[in-house]
T-cell receptor, first 115, second 112 residues
Framework: EAGVAQSPRYKIIEKRQSVAFWCNPI?????LYWYQQILGQGPKLLIQ????????DSQLPKDRFSAERLKGVDSTLKIQPAKLEDSAVYLC?????????????FGPGTRLTVT | GEDVEQSLFLSVREGDSSVINCTYT??????LYWYKQEPGAGLQLLTY?????DMKQDQRLTVLLNKKDKHLSLRIADTQTGDSAIYFC????????????FGAGTRLAVHP
């Protein structure tokens, strides 16, 4: 079974530029999550999708961050414009569903550096 | 409120047992998890415990849950160098959305 795929693995941009990250979840997984992991901290949920609908985006800075999951499969997370404090690893995860016993499978992450 | 706290660093000798501790504040959390993160890799679920359990054992891993004190621990028996990683405690609030609240992680260093 293929795991969660993310690209790119690394990205360096200047502040005020835009950037987009892509995630391909495990086949058949209905729930998709984007987390932000700042160096030295645990991951923080940004947004959660169930199929192509948003379940929770309460921690997403909506003035600069956006995400979509068209057709309920792949997802993209965009930052426009980026700030220095957006430097972090962006992790995508997926699970079969919303119940707590459904394991979240994590991708390798995209490391973003904003200069 | 939702907050998960862990000690930041633990150093153990190879072959000894490691105990990583975690405290959480949402007493209604349904599930509590331990994840492992190796350098440059995503998080890997090690084990989880349902809130109505006190203990769960899985090979070298033992999870203890004290709901009264909101304390969770992970014991790794016969710790090996391959166990060196960051270990994250996480809780899942009972909102039905499988959301995870992570601690800052405990870096485990195993030395010969």
């Amino acid at each position: 079974e293929a795991g969660v795929a993310q690209s790119p693995r690394y990205k360096i941009i200047e502040k005020r530029q835009s950037v987009a990250f892509w995630c391909n979840p495990i086949s058949g997984h209905a729930t998709l999550y984007w987390y932000q992991q700042i160096l030295g901290q645990g991951p923080k949920l940004l947004i959660q999708f169930q199929n192509n609908g948003v379940v929770d985006d309460s921690q997403l800075p909506k003035d600069r961050f956006s995400a979509e999951r068209l057709k309920g499969v792949d997802s993209t997370l965009k930052i426009q414009p980026a700030k220095l404090e957006d430097s972090a690893v962006y992790l995508c995860a997926s699970s079969w569903g919303l119940a707590g016993e459904n394991e979240q499978y994590f991708g390798p992450g995209t490391r973003l550096t904003v200069t | 409120g939702e907050d998960v706290e862990q000690s930041l660093f633990l150093s153990v000798r190879e072959g000894d047992s490691s105990v990583i501790n975690c405290t959480y504040t949402d007493s209604s959390s349904t599930y509590l998890y331990w994840y492992k993160q190796e350098p440059g890799a995503g998080l890997q679920l090690l084990t989880y415990i349902f809130s109505n359990m006190d203990m769960k054992q899985d090979q070298r891993l033992t999870v203890l849950l004290n709901k009264k004190d909101k304390h969770l621990s992970l014991r790794i028996a016969d710790t090996q160098t391959g166990d060196s990683a960051i270990y994250f405690c996480a809780e899942s609030p009972p909102d039905g959305y499988n959301k995870l609240i992570f601690g800052a992680g405990t870096r485990l260093a195993v030395h010969p």
